[in-house]
């Protein structure tokens, strides 16, 4: 197999993401092992070195058409699309919003065209994206709106040999349960599964959390358990997919072992993320699953209290870079 060639993006210019590139990249294994392509504006990259203290060596294009998958070289497409008076490091900008929306957006027409195999970006900030111009509820539908998919999608994180999804996501609390019902819970059941089969686990299991404290008490507590979450369960496992629960979310993360599942199912964000961020928060990685491009980036956020200082631990950024060439050799083998 031909050397893989990703696209990876610098995530937020305000953030950790130009810092974090550098470090990841400075990592000679991880540099040797694809042809990594940045996209992204030339002097946000520079900064990324000044801040992290190294120096790389890059080719600079101005087109993927410039791109040669021949030379072993690191690449860098200039979009020249920063100027360094409109962002600070460390304060949120509709500029770097603007930058990084379209340095995805960039990188996701390269893959489509076939030029990259799989996206690895650095971390955004939803905020600064929707102020530059990208009015979309996350980066998972702003992915999905550019590839025109209206369902089937889904955000998975992912850490080691542990996997978890959410039957929601990006809402405020206060909306979660009016967005629970028993066909969006066994959809997500269904996406888990069908997502852990391309990652090449047979018969995954999958473990489902309840939403309400002690998975409702018998009612005492909710009956969203009885009423919603155990009966798109039951549906499932009539469908053959192996699934159990609902388990009380305040110790399915530490009874995994006994459980002895691959996927947790989570209600809601934090359910799932704080959990995943107490056991490895430099490990985690998001991928944006269900669609046809690989999408993989860190399980973590642009860091705006220590970006600029040097502080940044590169660890998720380099899981993400190998998640990507993992789930690309996989993708791969099932041609």
Not at 137 to 165: I, P, Q, R, S, Y
Request: charged share 25%.
């Amino acid at each position: 197999m031909d050397k893989q060639t990703i696209a990876l993006t610098l995530g937020d210019s305000s953030g950790i993401g130009p810092e974090l590139v550098v470090k990841a990249l400075n990592d000679k294994e991880v540099r040797d092992s694809a042809n990594w392509i940045i996209v992204g504006d030339e002097d946000v990259f520079n900064k990324g070195m000044n801040i992290a203290g190294k120096t790389l060596n890059y080719n600079k294009i101005s087109s993927i058409e410039e791109f040669d998958s021949q030379r072993e070289d690191l690449w860098l497409i200039d979009l020249n699309n920063m100027n360094k008076n409109d962002y600070n490091i460390g304060e949120l900008s509709a500029a770097s919003g603007k930058q990084s929306g379209e340095a995805l957006k960039y990188a996701m027409d390269i893959a489509l065209d076939n030029y990259a195999d799989a996206v690895v970006y650095g971390p955004l900030n939803k905020n600064a994206l929707h102020k530059g111009g990208f009015n979309f509820h996350d980066d998972l539908h702003f992915f999905a709106d550019l590839l025109n998919c209206k369902e089937g999608f889904g955000e998975v994180n992912v850490m080691d040999d542990l996997w978890v999804t959410r039957v929601t996501s990006h809402i405020p609390l206060r909306e979660v349960r009016e967005n629970i019902s028993k066909d969006r819970v066994k959809r997500t059941i269904e996406f888990a599964n069908g997502i852990l089969k391309q990652a090449d686990i047979d018969n995954p299991k999958l473990a489902v959390a309840a939403l309400n404290p002690h998975a409702g008490d018998n009612g005492l507590l909710g009956d969203e358990e009885s009423e919603i979450i155990s009966p798109a369960i039951e549906k499932a496992q009539e469908e053959g997919i192996n699934v159990a629960g609902p388990y009380p979310s305040d110790t399915i993360l530490n009874e995994r072992k006994k459980l002895d599942y691959d996927c947790m199912i989570a209600m809601y964000h934090d359910q799932a993320q704080i959990g995943m961020k107490l056991l490895g928060f430099n490990r985690g990685v998001t991928i944006s699953g269900g669609l046809p491009v690989i999408l993989t980036t860190p399980a973590h956020g642009t860091a705006f209290d220590i970006a600029g200082k040097n502080k940044a631990d590169a660890g998720a950024m380099i899981h993400a870079m190998r998640k990507a060439q993992n789930l690309i050799t996989r993708k791969a083998t099932k041609k």
